[in-house]
């Protein structure tokens, strides 16, 4: 995974906030796979910048405009996971995958992906006859 | 974009002998965005998995094995492209988000994008309504 970005943050402190009722330095550098300075040091910018309220003792806390980027990385990490889901890639391969197609494609495929994904969820019958076309190319194969 | 791979390398190189009929560093330096010692350098590299041959004067050429994995690159590339297109993404954006697709995805989920591909070749259809309800959705916006 790349270098974490200031959404990557604001989502797993989001996340950890709803699962445990608080998000700890030490759970986000393990969540995020680094050191706990690196935490440290980024938690202070996004401070800074107003996305996030250090309090000792009490924790963290999302400001509205951190929690808005939050729910908004969300929404978006949700509809990728529907469109690799509806293309037929294998749940333990989703979230792999999620973390290139965030980082790597522009704002207007996104766009792209999230018309996809309304689009099938509104014609079903789509994707039962895209599913039944691979099983039968794969059998093929 | 990240550094060029051996297939990066192999694919432009294919490319270049295709369009010009032959394959200079310097071609493949500017095409790639980097410098001419790196280039020499990695063609060596290819030279020694012999992907390719290098003879001064007459230039570079492919070995069989190189120019096979040239083609399947390339036809990885065209399937991405054409996903892309399908999904609505304009041509300017398409070349560079091509890029991450490619270094990021996983085998699996370019599998499930070239049947994905095939499909809709397959069902005209599903890309006309595709299309209507872009359309639509765009007007609504």
């Known amino acids: 995974m790349p270098t974490p970005s200031v959404e ?34 980024m938690i202070q910018k996004l401070s800074e910048q107003e996305f996030l309220v250090y309090e000792k003792y009490r924790g963290l806390t999302l400001t509205p405009k951190g929690e808005s980027i939050a ?8 509809k990728l996971e529907e469109f690799l889901r509806i293309l037929g890639v294998a749940e333990g391969i989703i979230q792999k ?31 039962t006859r895209f599913k039944k076309y691979r099983q039968t190319e794969k059998n093929s194969r």
Do not use: N
């Open 8 to 41: 990557d943050y604001l989502e797993r402190i989001y996340e950890l906030i709803q699962e445990k009722g608080y998000a700890r330095v030490i759970d986000i550098a393990s969540s995020l796979g680094i050191q706990s300075s690196s935490v440290t040091k």
């Open 97 to 127: 995958d999620i973390e290139g197609l965030e980082h790597y494609l522009s704002p207007e495929t996104l766009q792209c992906i999230r018309d996809f994904v309304e689009f099938v969820q509104a014609h079903p019958d789509w994707q």
């Open 71 to 78: 729910q908004s990385v969300k929404s978006r990490h949700r």
